[in-house]
């Protein structure tokens, strides 16, 4: 949804969740916690509370040794 002057009214967390989410789904193969967040603009704090809160969704799946 967007108002007359074209801004979005969603959630700031959610948009930068779903922007994770969709960084993700575009690449090949496992990443690391260090190339999402640099992809993503984003501090590796923040980005760890996404993935685990992914993780609890069943949305993502992390590997056992690597840790990606």
């Not at 501090?43 to 690597?66: C, M, N, T, W």
Request: proline share 1%; with cysteine; glycine share 12%.
């Amino acid at each position: 949804m967007t108002d007359d002057s074209g801004q979005g009214h969603g959630l700031k967390s959610l948009d930068a969740a779903l922007g994770v989410l969709a960084f993700m789904a575009r690449q090949d193969g496992s990443l690391s916690l260090t190339e999402i967040a640099r992809a993503c603009d984003m501090p590796h704090s923040k980005i760890h509370r996404y993935l685990a809160s992914f993780v609890d969704a069943g949305l993502v799946k992390q590997e056992g040794r690597s840790g990606h």
